[in-house]
Each structure stands twice: as C-alpha cells, then as structure tokens.
C-alpha cells in the first residue's frame, strides 16, 4: 500500500520500532507544513492510507477530491478536523480509537508548574546572558491544585499534586466528581470556587461544543493574585482573547501548550510577548514512548484493512461504495468506541 503519514514534524515515525510493522509497504513522511488543500490533495493523489497525527491535517471534501486511490485514514483520539461524511461518500474508511494512557500530557503539565513556579526558563535565560539569581521561586507543598475534569490525565495530575504534597480539588461533570470522591479527593460544587480556590489550576478536559470557550475572562480573573493558570488541552476551551487579557493585568501567570493557530510560527503573537507566560509548542504528547504507541495502534489498523478485516471503523456505511465492489471485508471487529462516543 501507498501510506502518506503528513505533519511528521521532527521525523519521528522511521525513528521509533513501530516503523517496521509498515517498512515492507511504500510509505512517505512528511516533515513540512502543508495547508494548502490543493498541494494537499495533489501530494495525495496516489496515496491509498493516510496516518494523521492529531488534528494536524484537516481532511476536507476538497481534499478527498483529489486523493482518488484514498480507501483509509487513520487517527489516535477526536476527529473534528475529518469530514467523515465526505470520506463516507467517497469510500474512504475512517478508523480511530482513543489512544493510550495519555501519560506525556500529565508529565508535560507538571513540568510546566515546576518550570512556572520556580521561574526556571526566566533564570536559565539570566544565567546564559552572564547574570546571577534574580527571583524568588515558590514552592507546591501545602498549596491547593485545582484539576478542571477527571478522567485519565486528571487522575494522573492528581497524583502528582499529592505526591508533592499539594491539596488537590477537582471540579467536573457528575461522573469525574463522584470518580474523584471515590479515589479520596476533595471536589467543588461549581467551577467559579474552583478557580477562586486554586494556586495552581490546570485543565483536562476535551473540546467539545459544550465546553468550548467555558473557561471566561471573568474565571480567570477571579483567581488569587499569585494563581498559576497551566493550558495543556486546548485553546478553544478559552474564551478568545482571555489569556491575553489577564496577561496584561498580570494574573494570573500562564503556562500555555497550546494555541488558537498551529503550528505557531510567527513570533508576533500576542502569547509570546508577555514575560508572565511560559509557551511550549504543543509538546503534550510528543515523546517517545508515547507516540511509539501511537504510531503501532496505527499501523495495526492499515494491517488489518490490508487483510480485509478492518478494525475501528467509525463510518462503515462507507464499505457500500462501488471501491469495495467485489472486494472480501470481513465482519467489522470494533475495539475502539463507537462512532457515537468518539469526541
């Protein structure tokens, strides 16, 4: 098979040991940003399965238009960016699952209240320039961590915050807050106490139309003066403009991997001007390990389409296109959600 694997960033794919599970197969990396449907649907033009990384890639109708050999796409978590309806018509299969144990988005949000607290890049940065110590850090023991949801990162960030010794208090839907109360944590009846009561507030919760633009102006600047605010999930859960905002009246301070363009390359953007703010460039899921499981999960499902028995699959009216006329598909075996529970 003809496999595209787009957004490649720093060429991880031939690096990692899931790579040999597709080696004997004709695979093209890319590792430049491509946004422009027509490039997009021209370098795809013979390409049978794509491999897309998180919601780097938008797979529009326009693009399907010019990928006639396309028959699957691959993805790890939430689909938004995928017209699954135009794969549909076109016979594109769209397979996706939740991906593992969400490990690096939990230990990149600790690394980034250890780098916020201890003001660790600012006085890296001093040091290179020739200067001494020029802050004082603070310490999380005895410090209250709000966690906005509880599902796997929340738990994980949990654990963290007790670890050092931190109180840790979670607001979520009904089923994260009795899951919470269950595993002996403390849980508020409203976010607006959360916020209010938090040293340091991290989020974990999906983008989904509910909770798009949840997280206010006004949460953000009810927070203590010297409140900590980490966003490692998504922009859109923001209000627009907020983090800016309250930037510039200097609370709370920031710590943000994620943005409302990616990839951020223009260095003008109102974040990276504010010396309160830690940026990383989505950096959440992006470790070894991680993706390694990422990419095998992948490859298992081009595997098993190869073999005639797709797996995941979220569209199967998409097997009744003339493509597969002819063709065997045996039943399809789900392991994943469902298309109605993947968000």
């Known amino acids: 098979m003809k496999i595209t694997i787009p957004d490649d960033y720093v060429g991880a794919a031939r690096q990692l040991p899931s790579f040999s599970k597709v080696a004997a197969h004709e695979v093209e990396i890319w590792s430049d940003i491509v946004r422009d449907p027509a490039i997009l649907a021209s370098r795809l033009k013979e390409t049978e399965a794509i491999v897309l990384i998180r919601e780097r890639t938008k797979i529009t109708e ?22 699954v309806g135009a794969c549909t018509r076109r016979g594109v299969l769209v397979c996706a699952s939740h991906p593992r144990q969400p490990r690096g988005a939990a230990e990149l949000t600790w690394a980034l ?3 916020s607290m201890r003001n660790i ?14 802050s004082l850090g603070r310490s999380l023991r005895g410090r209250t961590l709000g966690i906005y949801g509880y599902g796997r990162i929340g738990s994980a960030l949990a654990e963290y915050g007790k670890a050092f010794g931190m109180d ?12 919470a109360a269950a595993a002996g944590l403390a849980t508020v009846a409203t976010k607006e106490e ?35 605010f980490v966003n490692t999930a998504r922009d859109g859960l923001v209000e627009p403009g907020a983090l800016v905002a309250g930037l510039k009246k200097g609370r709370p301070a920031f710590a943000v991997d994620v943005y409302d363009e990616e990839p951020l390359t223009r260095t003008d953007h109102p974040l990276l001007q504010l010396p309160n703010a830690i940026c990383t ?11 390694d499981d990422y990419f095998s999960d992948q490859y298992d499902r081009i595997l ?40």
């Open 62 to 83: 326009r693009i399907l238009s010019g990928a006639p050999k396309l028959r699957m796409l691959t993805i790890n978590g939430p689909c938004p960016h995928v017209d």
């Open 121 to 134: 890049p600012q006085e890296v940065q001093r040091l290179k320039s020739g200067q001494w110590q020029g």
């Open 113 to 115: 209240i250890l780098a």
């Open 168 to 179: 840790v208090l979670v607001w979520s839907r009904r089923r994260g807050r009795d899951a």
């Open 281 to 291: 460039p989505h950096l959440g899921f992006v470790e070894a390990e991680q993706l």
């Open 304 to 343: 098993a389409y190869a073999s005639g028995k797709p797996v995941d699959v979220i569209n199967p009216e998409a097997l009744n296109h003339k493509h597969f006329a002819g063709r065997v598909i045996s039943a399809l075996r789900p392991r994943g959600p469902t298309k109605g529970t993947l968000s």
């Open 194 to 228: 959360l916020f209010r009561r938090s040293d340091v507030l991290t989020l974990a919760i999906r983008l989904v139309p509910e909770t798009r633009g949840s997280i206010t102006a006004a949460d953000l600047a009810s927070m203590k003066p010297s409140a900590l």
